[in-house]
């Protein structure tokens, strides 16, 4: 089968892991700004109705300590546990999540169960230092093995982005919006859906559709193709630049962050390396005492958090008499304290490591920090106290109070047998195929119901409750589900705007950042906010419940957060308006301008009574 024997080729192939740390950083850096607007929104999303009527459980504590968790997950330490950790807690609070569920949240949950089996901390982490640190020795700096099987970096780019926009084209391909090449005009167009007045680029009618149909066969090439190297660097620069408009553009930036956070592997996997930083001038040179493993342990330190390579270590023992600055400090003095030089500047003790600080610029806050007045002095006094004890005595390797181990046991998992024919390294290679095609099985059982593939399938077979409880599985554990983004039907008929005003005591408004007044997403509407309010609560036909529940919750949200005066409780009045807009039939000049200038119609009230909501609103669609 060629597919097992490419599988197992890419399994056999070892790169370095550098790039795929770059991706952990970047993926899960996104995931945390995302757990942050989930914890200032989880009144909104938990409760049943906000602050009035809370929530069973307090959602407070969890999302601190998944918080915590993918923190620990961006810096790399113990992967392993807090992966399994941060997908359990995932998994209770996106997982089942529908409401306020979007897209993104399908790659967070795809992603934090692949990492609980893919090795992304061993480059650029806590875990690689420290192992550094356990198994180095005076004689020799042990060098952690960063290498990884290349099939860690395919898996995640075609389950995040292949399987994506394959399932997609099943969407798109019988869309008249997206055939028509409009498909990333539409919804540009549409006050509601942007962040910015593009019409420069809309009204280019060639350039918009080609933009669309890129898109398209982009999205058919893709998952055939980003195999091939050749491809890669092309695939980034199209996927790199489509999302950088989707950021700019719609108000999904972490969406786009996060997607373009897994286009990096496709970049070489150790291309940070090969970056010249034409910035470092000349490197801060560091001088250290080869007879101490604490010396050796801070050269350790300081060069794993070295990215740009701006400090260069110097043994003092070697290199004595070919810097004419320790002549003037003394070869025992030079052994006793810390110095380094800078552009013939010489710095001791604490200073050093401030100019270190400052060289390696990104911990620069940190430099400034210790420069303060009285956080100096301090710093100061307790690296003489230090230097002072590390002074009585000699250290060597036999004599220095910090310990060593300079065996490690590192296992070779292509030697050691389960069975009699199979290694840790075949059942790891079997184990992960496996899961390979679990996921990719997943995602067919999903894509039969999409609608190209269900117009060859009779509705009983496309609506099997089995297939659908696996389906439902799939969505809520590995975020595998239909990926129709942008589709004609959720922009049709689409012809209403809401924005709410607050009537405060003295009769003036305060418009709630809900929706501006070009009617286009404020503050509160970003991501699943977007998605909640655009979609579920409005839509293309506006169901009256769900306005009703939709404005009720969002008026208590904003009533709690931002209270001008008095009790919440109490009677507070909220003027609703309705900008009526066009649905087109097709590309149009200027038509996002246009619907920008539509006027905004008074369509009624909401009112907040003693925790008693009332909406006196005309009917939406008949305005």
């Known amino acids: 089968m060629i597919l097992n024997k490419k ?278 040179i560091f001088f250290y005492d080869n007879e101490c493993p604490l010396c050796l342990r801070t050269k350790i330190v300081i060069e794993h958090f070295d990215l740009f390579k701006a400090v260069k270590f110097v043994s003092i023992q070697e290199n004595y008499n070919q810097y004419p600055e320790l002549e003037k400090i003394g070869y025992a003095n030079a052994l006793d304290n810390i110095y380094s030089i800078s552009n013939k500047k010489v710095y001791e003790g604490v200073d050093t490591y401030i100019a270190v600080l400052f060289k390696m610029i990104y911990t620069a806050p940190f430099a400034l920090l210790l420069k303060i007045p009285g956080i100096y002095h301090i710093a100061k006094k307790v690296y003489s106290i230090v230097a002072k004890n590390r002074n009585t005595e000699r250290c060597t390797e036999d004599s220095c109070e910090i310990g060593f181990n300079p065996t490690p046991n590192f ?24 899961l390979f095609f679990t996921l990719i099985s997943f995602q067919i059982l999903v894509s039969l119901k999409s609608p190209l593939i269900s117009r060859f399938l009779n509705n009983e077979e496309a609506s099997n409750s089995g297939l659908q409880t696996l389906r439902d599985f799939s969505k809520s554990a590995f975020g595998i589900t239909n990926h129709e983004v942008f589709m004609d039907y959720h922009f049709n008929y689409y012809n209403h705007i809401i924005k709410i005003e607050y009537v405060t005591s003295k009769n003036t408004k305060i418009l709630l950042p809900i929706i501006d007044n070009n009617g286009m997403p404020a503050e509160y509407l970003k991501g699943f906010n977007w998605v909640k309010w655009t979609f579920r609560v409005m839509g293309s036909k506006v169901y009256g419940h769900r306005l009703n529940e939709g404005i009720r919750d969002f008026t208590a949200y904003w009533l709690h957060n931002n209270l001008i005066s008095g009790d919440p409780t109490k009677n507070h009045t909220f003027i609703i308006s309705v900008k009526k807009i066009d649905s087109p039939k097709g590309w149009q000049k200027d038509f996002l301008k246009h619907q920008l200038n539509k006027p905004w119609i008074e369509a009624g009230t909401a009112t907040w009574d003693k925790k008693k909501f009332t909406l006196n609103l005309l009917n939406i669609e008949s305005i």
Request: net charge positive; no cysteine; proline share 4%.
């Open 7 to 284: 599988l197992n080729t890419l399994f056999l192939t070892k790169i370095s892991s550098k790039t795929l740390a770059v991706f952990r950083i970047a993926f899960f850096s996104v995931l945390l700004f995302e757990v942050i607007r989930i914890y200032r929104f989880r009144n909104l999303i938990y409760d049943k109705i906000p602050y009035f009527e809370p929530a069973e459980i307090t959602y407070d504590s969890i999302l601190i300590i998944w918080g915590i968790v993918v923190t620990f997950l961006i810096i790399g330490f113990k992967n392993k546990t807090f992966s399994i950790i941060n997908f359990v807690i995932s998994l209770f609070l996106i997982g089942t999540l529908r409401s306020y569920e979007y897209h993104m949240f399908y790659a967070y949950m795809g992603v934090n169960f692949m990492s609980i089996f893919i090795p992304i901390s061993k480059s650029y982490s806590i875990d690689n230092l420290i192992e550094k640190l356990n198994h180095s020795t005076l004689k020799k700096e042990h060098k952690p093995n960063e290498l990884v099987p290349e099939f860690y970096y395919y898996i995640i780019i075609f389950m995040g982005i292949g399987v994506v926009y394959f399932d997609s084209i099943f969407f798109k391909l019988i869309s008249p919006l997206w055939l028509a090449g409009l498909g990333t005009w539409y919804p540009a167009s549409m006050p509601f859906a942007v962040n910015i007045d593009s019409s420069i680029i809309l009204n280019n009618e060639f350039l918009i559709k080609y933009f669309g149909y890129l898109t398209i066969v982009f999205e058919i090439v893709f998952i055939f193709l980003f195999w091939n190297k050749k491809f890669k660097l092309p695939f980034f620069i199209i996927g790199l630049g489509l999302h950088i408009g989707i950021y700019i553009l719609f108000p999904i930036p972490l969406f786009a962050l996060g997607v373009i956070a897994i286009y990096l592997l496709l970049l070489p996997p150790n291309f940070i390396e090969k970056i010249k930083f034409h910035f470092i001038k000349k490197q801060l």
């Open 411 to 434: 296992s070779n998992e292509k030697n050691v047998k389960v069975f009699i024919n199979l290694t840790i390294e075949d059942l790891k290679k079997l184990g992960f195929k496996a």
